[in-house]
């Protein structure tokens, strides 16, 4: 156990961060402080705390004098999200692509092949969250980055629910974007690099608003 009540409240909090993003914690599933406690064996302070990190992440809704629940959205508010991520996103990768190194382009390079490769919807999601938060990690604005990867975590679950519908056969325009993607990068083309994240964006957001049943809890 750690010492330092800081390093154990961001220890728990990473932990629900995982058990929410990979699925184990579904949206709308109530977070009770006391099992949480008992499991690593502390008290109730570095639980709340640990809360409050995972709230500030788009991960965890907690209501005064009630409780905590993994975050959950309805088909409207995916929708208003995807809508934001259209613009933020493509701003986003256009400031990072200036200061790119080569090292980053060839490692978003190997992840889009090794995306095509997925032999599961988990493997899936965990590699296009990878690439996608990479390519934009050289922007230079935190609070932006911040924004964008709390978008991320807020339509995770939905993502993946659209990808196990689908199966991972049925990626192929997902993984040519992402080639046409990393082809822009390398070729330094900002704008066209913008532009096609925001038609990769957009087109996810279509396929949603297509499976209303994703958002039924």
């Not at 009770?32 to 499991?39: N, S, T």
Request: proline share 2%.
């Amino acid at each position: 156990m750690l010492k330092k009540s800081g390093a154990v409240s961001q220890q728990i909090a990473d932990e629900l961060r995982a058990r929410i993003l990979s699925g184990a914690l579904p949206p709308g599933t109530r977070i009770r402080q006391e099992q949480i406690a008992e499991e690593f064996g502390v008290s109730r302070l570095p639980i709340r705390e640990a809360l409050r990190i995972v709230e500030s992440q788009g991960l965890v809704t907690l209501v005064a004098a009630t409780g905590a629940w993994v975050s959950s959205m309805d088909l409207g508010e995916c929708q208003e999200t995807y809508l934001i991520r259209e613009r933020l996103e493509p701003l986003a990768l256009g400031l990072s692509v200036k200061h790119m190194s080569g090292e980053t382009i060839e490692r978003l390079e190997e992840l889009a092949r090794r995306i095509e490769g997925s032999a599961s919807a988990e493997e899936f999601m965990d590699l296009d969250r990878q690439f996608h938060l990479l390519s934009v990690q050289d922007a230079g604005m935190g609070r932006l980055l911040e924004m964008v990867e709390r978008q991320w975590n807020t339509t995770q679950h939905y993502r993946r629910a659209y990808v196990q519908l689908t199966g991972t056969d049925g990626l192929q325009e997902t993984h040519l974007e992402h080639r046409l993607l990393v082809a822009a990068i390398r070729r330094r083309d900002s704008r066209s690099a913008e532009e096609l994240l925001g038609m990769h964006i957009r087109k996810t957001r279509i396929a949603l608003e297509d499976h209303p049943e994703i958002f039924d809890h």
